[in-house]
Structures are given as structure tokens and as C-alpha cells.
């Protein structure tokens, strides 16, 4: 009885210590989100780029894929075990999975409740956002912008912010740092106001609007990754940052989407071209200022 317990104890401690490595590797999981937008992609500067009808819109995503890349070279180098993509502009099928790292995952099409962060959850450690833009209303910043272009200011909790302060502030809800952001100065430069320690690197400089001074292609993409390596091997988990309320006003150029979007019973009218609601999560505020952005033909 005594030489079957002990062979029972001695095979329950070699399970055990064989589990260990298991248990350490997970311990030293990193699993990183990668948001991808066009506007602030190396090389870009031109209507007929970002526009699946330009006539240089197949070299732009060429160009759009190749910062991915280099961001996803960057992250597995910095320890990364599971990166995932999402294409996040304009239509959101951009990417071409053959084009991608074939060690990332890609989420495809804009039909998506959260957008830029569809798939974006408490599981992962690390946000990084990839070829970004300046906040709609900015004098200076290539593309500037907010949303489908429809919004003219978007406020949370009173805070003015473009696409990369809503997707910062949602990424806080769930736990999940934002480290690195790239694109223009001007972008660069407002990501600091929602992740106050993010890490830039900016691929081109605004002088304009559209016209910009940009970097060697080579040169931009070597930082992106050697950037993405360093937040990666470097980041820690997140502890999520959640308001008790998020109060949300958005004010448009045409007023027909304030008059349509006050069909939904929390949305109140502030003016004729603003509206304000508030919702108790920020996913849930996120949706809501999606649909008004995204589903609404003001026409």
C-alpha cells in the first residue's frame, strides 16, 4: 500500500513539474491588437489613394500592408505570441490577407459594431495603431477627420477627440494600453491627450491639410518595427479605466442626421446640428456613436 502510494505521489509531482512550463510560457503571453487606418500610412497624401475608386488606390494598400507588416515584424520580435490585425478604413477590407505577416490574423469589413476595435477585449495586452489620423476640425493634419467625415467635433466626458481618442478610451475600458501610434506629426501629437504615454512615430509631417513633407519609405517602416518591438517587449497589463457614466455629444455640419438620430428615445437634440446622449459602458457608448457616424444617409 505504502509503494503504490508512493508511486502515485511520485507520478503526481512529475505531472505536476511537467505542467510548469506550460504555466510560465503562458505567464510570458503577449497578445497584441494592431488597428490599421490609411490616412496617416507612409506615403499617402492623395484623395485618389484613399479611395477604392482612385487610380492609385491599389499602390496605397501596397503601402498600407507594408507598415502592418513591419508593426507585426516589430511586435513578434518584442515577444509577441498572437498578433491580430483589423483593417480599419473606409471600407475595412483593404488588406489583402495575402499581403499580411501569415502569422497574424486579419478581421475584414466595416459591418462591424466596433469599428476600428472590433474583436478588442480584456484578453489582450497591448493596442497599437498603425497609419492614423488628425481629429476632424484640425488646421493642420493630413486627412483630418472624424469618423465617415459626416462629425464635425465628438466630445466624451467633455473631451474633444478624433478616431484615435474614442479608440484609446475604449481600449482603457477594457484594461488594454495603447503604446504606439503612427502617421502624421499632427496625429501623433493628439494621441497623447488619451494615451498620455504612447510612443510616436511619425512617417510624414503635415504642412497642410494634404500637402505634407514625407519620410523614406524604408526608413519610416524600419522605425514602425524596431518602434513595435520596443512597446511590445516592454509592456505590462493594463488595469481597465472606467468612467461611471459616458456622456457623449456630437455635432454635424448637416443637420438632417441630428434630426434622424433623435428617433432613438436617449438621444436629445442640443442644437440643430447637435445632439448628447450617455450610456453606462463605453463599448455601448461606442456603438451608438458609430451608428450615428456610419448608418445615417443624411441625404
Do not use: C
Not at 516589430?74 to 515577444?79: D, K, L, M, R, Y
Not at 480599419?88 to 497574424?104: F, K, V, W, Y
Not at 488595469?239 to 456622456?247: G, K, L, M
Not at 434622424?260 to 457608448?285: G, H, N, Q
Amino acid at each position: 500500500m505504502v509503494r503504490s502510494l508512493s508511486r502515485v505521489l511520485i507520478a503526481s509531482l512529475l505531472a505536476g513539474s511537467a505542467a510548469f512550463p506550460v504555466a510560465s510560457a503562458a505567464q510570458g503571453a503577449r497578445k497584441i491588437y494592431i488597428s490599421v487606418d490609411m490616412e496617416g500610412i507612409s506615403g499617402i497624401n492623395s484623395d485618389n489613394q484613399t479611395s477604392a475608386t482612385g487610380n492609385e488606390y491599389g499602390r496605397a494598400r501596397r503601402l498600407m500592408v507594408e507598415d502592418a507588416n513591419a508593426a507585426i515584424r516589430g511586435a513578434f520580435e518584442g515577444g509577441a505570441t498572437e498578433v491580430v490585425v483589423n483593417d480599419s478604413h473606409g471600407s475595412q477590407r483593404n488588406i489583402l490577407p495575402e499581403d499580411l505577416d501569415p502569422r497574424a490574423r486579419l478581421i475584414s469589413h466595416s459591418f462591424k459594431r466596433h469599428g476600428m476595435m472590433e474583436g478588442l477585449d480584456s484578453t489582450f495586452d497591448a493596442v497599437l495603431f498603425v497609419g492614423y489620423h488628425a481629429k476632424a476640425g484640425t488646421p493642420r493634419g493630413v486627412f483630418a477627420h472624424t469618423g465617415s467625415g459626416v462629425v464635425r467635433d465628438l466630445e466624451v466626458n467633455g473631451l474633444s477627440v478624433g478616431e484615435g481618442g474614442m479608440n484609446a478610451l475604449l481600449a482603457r475600458w477594457y484594461g488594454v494600453p495603447v503604446l504606439l501610434v503612427t502617421g502624421d506629426d499632427v496625429a501623433v501629437e493628439e494621441q497623447k491627450a488619451t494615451a498620455p504615454n504612447v510612443r510616436g512615430v511619425v512617417v510624414k509631417r503635415a504642412i497642410n491639410t494634404r500637402a505634407v513633407e514625407l519620410r523614406p519609405l524604408a526608413e519610416a517602416r524600419h522605425e514602425i518595427q524596431q518602434a513595435a518591438k520596443d512597446v511590445v517587449a516592454a509592456s505590462r497589463k493594463g488595469r481597465p479605466e472606467r468612467a461611471a457614466q459616458y456622456t457623449v455629444r456630437m455635432t454635424f455640419p448637416n443637420p438632417n442626421i441630428p434630426e434622424v438620430a433623435t428617433a432613438f428615445r436617449e438621444i436629445k437634440l442640443v442644437s440643430p446640428t447637435t445632439v448628447e446622449f450617455s450610456r453606462e459602458s463605453m463599448p455601448d457608448a461606442y456603438r451608438l456613436i458609430r451608428v450615428l457616424y456610419r448608418f445615417i444617409n443624411p441625404d
